[in-house]
């Protein structure tokens, strides 16, 4: 199996084997799992302001905290993975910080000091539409994961939820609304002139 090293890169099939892999040892899903993710560890660095010295132990201490997440994550629970690790990572960052340490406790050996941009760009993303998410009705989140996340066709949506298609349609400008609002996102040009 080709193991990408891009969060972006993972497919939801390709994860899921990956973690399957990782729950019966196989060091190299592991690692995998690791590399793809570590662009939220970056993400959440970049949120505090340090000086140089004290962001790459910061950066360190997201890394155990990263790899402590992954050895932890339990997939049956049902949560996302970046969810659970967000809030593993930025504690632990957040201990750091209030130690007033300037060392992480354990060394890691890090390839690259920063991240690719793009990496975190779509982690970043990636965290704010999760976080969004929980604004819309089940409806409209089954709804724009179909549409939006998986792709899906309104057509193939409204026969498989067994609803009307323009009602498939309204559902989706509702909750794309409302993503808007969550995100702090202006109306399109055309919506702004009508109200």
């Not at 690719?116 to 704010?128: D, I, K, N, Y």
Request: some cysteine; glycine content about 8%; proline content about 4%.
């Amino acid at each position: 199996m080709a193991r990408n090293s891009s969060s972006q890169g993972l497919d939801p099939q390709e994860e899921a084997e990956l973690w399957r892999l990782c729950r019966q040892g196989d060091e190299e899903a592991r690692e995998a799992l690791i590399v793809a993710y570590r662009p939220l560890v970056f993400w959440l660095a970049r949120r505090f302001s340090l000086d140089e010295g004290t962001a790459k132990d910061l950066l360190q201490e997201g890394m155990l905290a990263l790899i402590k997440a992954v050895d932890a994550y339990d997939v049956s629970r049902g949560n996302k993975f970046t969810t659970y690790a967000f809030y593993r990572i930025r504690g632990h960052m957040i201990n750091f910080l209030e130690r007033g340490e300037k060392r992480a406790p354990y060394p890691v050996d890090m390839e690259e000091e920063i991240a690719q941009p793009g990496e975190c760009v779509a982690v970043e993303w990636r965290l704010l539409l999760e976080e969004a998410m929980g604004a819309l009705t089940l409806k409209e989140r089954d709804i724009i994961q179909a549409l939006v996340v998986e792709g899906k066709k309104a057509g193939d949506v409204a026969r498989d939820t067994a609803i009307d298609v323009s009602h498939v349609y309204r559902i989706r400008r509702k909750a794309l609304a409302r993503l808007r609002i969550a995100l702090g996102l202006p109306a399109p040009l055309g919506e702004r002139k009508r109200g």
